[in-house]
């Protein structure tokens, strides 16, 4: 009489190379190779711009490139590009801080109402709606720079402050975000609670709805800031006088002005180096708020 004695399952062969190192282990290693090589192809022109600040108008061409120098030429630099043109500079920090922070802030709350609607209303064409913005999140701004400037010199806004603003209010993948964000950190069952306590669309929406979907459109104002904040195409077609350039167009500006004049070099890379310092503020102090998984809700 034979027992039959239950089969082991059988370990997947693991090709071991004359070091003793398993094969997996290399392949393994080629993603993380892969990805180093773009972080250094991403901070390396970012390091440039830092060293090539700390150096004089004379070093900037004359030392090698990777060289810092240790005197006070980023000091200099800097006093010199608060003194370019009566300071126009900070003048166009405050444009970049005016059109980020209120476009950014407004089209988070224009996001947040849509996709909050989207998201918790059920009506006829809703699907059709959300497709349709979808569709805005392929299409290029250079596609809509020039009907948007059309649209806004109809109507006589154009070279000002709204005509940078206007056109950045609606964002469609800001919309994308908050509706996905909504639909799973505010449950149904919380909002048939307030109705039946007689609260209002509004005030389920404002004391209930923001306050669940508050992590999501932190992050949807942070990359809506960062993306005014760096947009040069939209302001550069909008806006002809100087002292409505954000930094971008202003930067450019100095650039062209610096083929003439090559000591404005530093004054462009400086300025740069200080563009990208607000910037690096706003991330790392909301950086804490940020949602890798949208799906996670405010229920406990």
Same mark, same amino acid.
């Given at each position: ?5 239950? @089969?082991?399952?059988? @370990?997947? /062969?693991? &090709?071991? %190379? ?21 972080? $250094?192809?991403?901070?390396?022109? %970012?390091?440039? !711009?830092?060293?090539?600040?700390? +150096? ?11 060289? *810092?120098?240790?005197?006070?030429? #980023? ?12 300071? $126009? ?24 109402? &849509?996709?909050?609607?989207?998201? +918790? ?25 020039? /009907? ?8 006589? !806004? ?5 005509? $940078?603003?206007? *056109? ?18 505010? /449950? ?10 007689? @609260? ?11 306050? =669940? ?14 993306? !005014? ?5 939209? *302001?550069?077609?909008?806006? &002809?006088?100087?002292? +409505?350039? *954000? #930094? ?18 530093? #004054?462009?890379? &400086? ?7 607000? $910037? ?18 405010? =229920? +406990?």
């Amino acid at each position: 009489m034979t027992i039959d004695t239950p @089969a082991r399952p059988v @370990a997947s /062969p693991v &090709t071991v %190379t004359r070091t003793g190192r398993p094969r997996r282990s290399r392949i393994a290693l080629l993603p993380t190779a892969v990805l180093l090589l773009g972080a $250094v192809y991403c901070l390396v022109p %970012t390091l440039w !711009i830092l060293i090539a600040s700390t +150096k004089s108008r004379s070093e900037l061409f004359s030392t090698a490139t990777y060289l *810092p120098s240790f005197g006070s030429g #980023l000091v200099d630099n800097i006093a010199d590009l608060s003194s370019y043109d009566s300071g $126009v500079f900070w003048h166009w920090m405050l444009n970049s801080f005016l059109y980020a922070g209120v476009g950014g802030f407004v089209a988070t709350a224009v996001s947040a109402a &849509t996709g909050y609607a989207l998201a +918790k209303y059920r009506f006829r064409g809703r699907s059709l709606l959300f497709n349709t913005i979808l569709a805005g999140v392929l299409l290029p701004q250079v596609v809509l720079a020039v /009907p948007q400037y059309l649209l806004l010199a109809r109507v006589g !806004i154009t070279d000002s402050y709204a005509a $940078v603003i206007l *056109p950045q209010l609606f964002n469609p993948y800001g919309i994308y975000l908050c509706r996905i964000y909504a639909a799973a950190s505010v /449950p149904d069952s919380l909002l048939d609670a307030g109705r039946m306590d007689g @609260a209002s669309e509004w005030r389920m929406f404002s004391a209930i709805g923001l306050r =669940l979907m508050a992590p999501g459109l932190i992050t949807v104002f942070l990359l809506q800031f960062i993306v !005014i904040w760096n947009n040069f195409l939209l *302001p550069f077609v909008m806006v &002809t006088s100087d002292d +409505k350039f *954000p #930094l971008t167009v202003g930067l450019y500006s100095l650039l062209r002005h610096g083929a003439n004049q090559a000591s404005l070099y530093s #004054l462009v890379i &400086t300025g740069t180096l200080l563009s990208v310092v607000p $910037v690096i503020a706003l991330f790392l102090s909301l950086q804490r708020y940020w949602r890798i998984d949208l799906v996670t809700g405010g =229920l +406990k």
